[in-house]
């Protein structure tokens, strides 16, 4: 039974076709994995077994007499606890969230249910997605399987650690600055950050609006393709979705990189990087170029610099709208000891946001407060133009750019918990992708000292499709993916 967890989305879709598993089988199977390591990991933060059960129960009923069965039909899912789930807890990994049950689906949900997906839980994350270590939860750390005295990356921590581990087939994510990707990296998947509007984000609980992606994190870049197949897509129920067709993205997953053009951008490899991440990504470009791909080490983004310092303006500011609506009067906590509304609202918001978040939010309130609009805000907007021309620029003559996921490998859990600064600095190549709103993929591209190392391709606006060509022919070349944790 535990061989049947560790199958990717096209294996166990094959295997579903031909009847020869059920959909109950794998599902047991991914539950058993989760009974196993649970108490290791903490991934999770709601298991539905009784929901999951009844659901392959079902689609096993459906197989019998259909012969349109999707690639995802059947197969064992879990979701980051940021996307609404009808009737299933949604948290946030918050406390001001912990009893919080939607009454409604997010899209993304609504599409993988229309493929009868089997949603097996929800996953532990940084409170509110604020975090780069899922360290920041509300209720508990998630711990790396590569080294549980490691962090697995933040938020979408714990949706990276349940595929690393076989605990689910495949899981949905959210990326504000590199919330999919760095995860994906620490951890050894594959985590891919769509363009921004490629997916939708109605019933995603906002963190930075203009910056918040959903996507997949898969064991391999089939399976992501074939996620992406069936979560992309305009949405009229979201604002900033783009009502553009969506291809099927399986076509260009293709062995060789003949014809491409990748670009370096030198200043991805920052001062300070681990000299064993600098040196697994050479090798991974060495290998790219040996795919058929032409490659420029000069090519240069000099405003990156100013990525980090831009992007804590702009998101702790659109945090701090986005998280006025907890006022403890519609949903959620409600602290009740109080003699006024206004007390209410204030000791909710002191006792129902956890130490990061209230960071965050000061960050973005006094950053938007009168008299420093102009200063922080404003500025900050430009410069997030001048880094989307920069990208706009460099998609002329690349096809697109390769780079390090972080520039470490995963730190210690608690290591820079008391230094906010050195956390942030974590995202350093991821946080630039969300700010011009380019697609972006994490593909494992080896290890040190026994921890995983990613690699970080950027492409061009809804150029998907190029991303997923450069990282399969890499992953065909190499068996980095195969390898799993020491659990």
């Known amino acids: 039974m535990n061989e049947l967890c560790q199958l990717t989305i096209h294996e166990a879709h094959e295997l579903l076709k031909r009847r020869g598993i059920s959909s109950v089988e794998l599902t047991k199977a991914t539950l058993k994995r989760v009974d196993e390591l649970e108490s290791k990991v903490h991934a999770c933060v709601t298991i539905t077994e009784d929901i999951a059960l009844k659901a392959a129960e079902k689609v096993d009923n459906y197989i019998k007499t259909s012969n349109e069965i999707t690639p995802l039909t059947g197969i064992p899912t879990l979701i980051k606890d940021v996307i609404c789930t009808k009737g299933i807890r949604t948290t946030c990994s918050s406390k001001m969230l912990e009893n919080f049950i939607p009454p409604y689906n997010a899209t993304v949900i609504e599409k993988l249910k229309a493929q009868k997906a089997v949603i097996i839980g929800k996953t532990n994350m940084d409170e509110f997605a604020m975090g780069s270590s899922t360290e920041h939860s509300a209720f508990f750390p998630t711990h790396n399987p590569w080294d549980l ?269 008391e230094d906010p600064m050195q956390m942030y600095l974590s995202d350093v190549c991821t946080l630039p992708i969300n700010i011009a709103g380019i697609p972006a993929i994490s593909i494992p591209a080896g290890f040190a000292n026994g921890l995983p190392i990613g690699m970080q391709i950027m492409g061009k606006p809804f150029d998907e499709e190029t991303l997923l060509h450069i990282a399969f022919a890499y992953e065909q070349a190499t068996d980095w993916h195969k390898r799993k944790p020491p659990l």
């Not at 050894?188 to 959903?214: H, M, N």
């Open 149 to 417: 005295s490691r962090v697995p990356g933040g938020s979408s921590g714990g949706s990276a650690v349940g595929i690393a581990t076989d605990e689910a087939i495949y899981a949905l994510g959210s990326d504000t600055g590199g919330s999919i990707r760095q995860p994906a990296g620490f951890c050894s998947v594959v985590g891919l950050k769509p363009t921004y509007g490629r997916v939708s984000r109605f019933g995603l609980v906002a963190f930075a609006s203009s910056l918040d992606q959903i996507g997949p994190i898969t064991k391999d870049v089939t399976d992501c393709a074939l996620v992406m197949n069936a979560i992309a897509g305009y949405d009229p129920r979201d604002s900033t979705s783009v009502p553009y067709p969506v291809p099927d993205y399986t076509r260009q997953l293709i062995p060789d990189l003949k014809g491409l053009r990748i670009g370096i951008p030198q200043e991805y490899f920052v001062e300070g990087m681990q000299k064993e991440v600098r040196a697994a990504l050479e090798l991974a470009i060495g290998k790219l170029q040996e795919l058929g791909a032409e490659i420029d080490w000069e090519a240069h983004l000099p405003h990156t610099k100013y990525a980090l310092a831009a992007y804590y303006i702009l998101a702790p500011s659109e945090a701090s709208a986005n998280l006025a609506r907890y006022d403890g009067v519609k949903y959620g906590f409600s602290h009740q000891n109080a003699s006024n509304v206004i007390e209410t609202t204030e000791k909710t918001r002191q006792f129902g946001f956890g130490p990061e978040v209230k960071r965050r939010i000061m960050l973005g309130t006094y950053a938007l407060s009168a008299g420093y609009y102009d200063a922080y805000y404003l500025k900050a907007q430009k410069v997030r133009t001048l880094i989307k021309q920069e990208f706009d620029q460099a998609f002329q003559k690349y096809d697109a750019l390769v780079a390090p996921t972080s520039p470490t490998t995963a730190f210690k859990l608690g290591e820079k918990l």
